[in-house]
T-cell receptor, first 114, second 113 residues
């Protein structure tokens, strides 16, 4: 049973470009979460999605950031017009959405903005 | 909102026990988690404890929860070099997945030979 998959693992963008980060949840999981980790910091919650629905985006910056989890395909975190401050590791987690509902994390995408 | 605090570094000798501590502020936290992160890697779930439990043991790992003091600890028995990593404490409000987790900044566990 494959774990949470994220790609790319490393992404380099110049200021002003767009970054697209992909996350495929574990098999049988219908809930996806995105977190951002700045250097020497813990993870900060950004957004929580179920298929075709954003449940909680309270941690997401209001501008330039968007997330989706379509009926088919991976969840996408999109950052438009990236700035140097967007450089971070972005982690995706998934859960079944029931009971103890533990979140399992992917390996992360490390975004570097030049 | 919820705040989770951890000390930044812990240094122990190989073979000794490591105890990593965590405090949280929201008494309605229902699940508390410990994750391990090795350099350049994602987070690996180590264990979790539900708020109605005081203790949970899993092989070399023992989790203790003091709800009154909002204090959580992770004890690693017989610490090995492979245990060297950053350990994150995280709290959830309900069901573990209904909300995003709130993480501490992580404790760097350093193993001395």
């Amino acid at each position: 049973n494959a774990g949470v998959m994220q790609n790319p693992r490393h992404l380099v963008r110049r200021r002003g470009q767009e970054a697209r980060l992909r996350c495929s949840p574990m098999k049988g999981h219908s809930h996806v979460y995105w977190y951002r980790q700045l250097p020497e910091e813990g993870l900060k919650f950004m957004v929580y999605l179920q298929k075709e629905n954003i449940i909680d985006e309270s941690g997401m910056p209001k501008e330039r950031f968007s997330a989706e989890f379509p009926k088919e395909g991976p969840s996408i975190l999109r950052i438009q017009q990236v700035v140097r401050g967007d450089s971070a590791a972005y982690f995706c987690a998934s859960s079944r959405g029931d009971g103890a509902d533990t979140q399992y994390f992917g390996p992360g995408t490390r975004l570097t903005v030049l | 909102g919820e705040d989770v605090e951890q000390s930044l570094f812990l240094s122990v000798r190989e073979g000794d026990s490591s105890v990593i501590n965590c405090t949280y502020t929201d008494s309605s936290s229902t699940y508390l988690y410990w994750y391990k992160q090795e350099p350049g890697a994602g987070l690996q779930l180590l264990t979790y404890i539900f708020s109605n439990m005081d203790m949970k043991q899993d092989q070399r790992l023992t989790v203790l929860l003091n709800k009154k003091d909002k204090h959580l600890s992770l004890r690693i028995a017989d610490t090995q070099t492979g245990d060297s990593a950053i350990y994150f404490c995280a709290a959830a409000y309900s069901g573990g997945g209904a909300d995003g987790l709130t993480f501490g900044k992580g404790t760097h566990l350093i193993i001395q030979p």
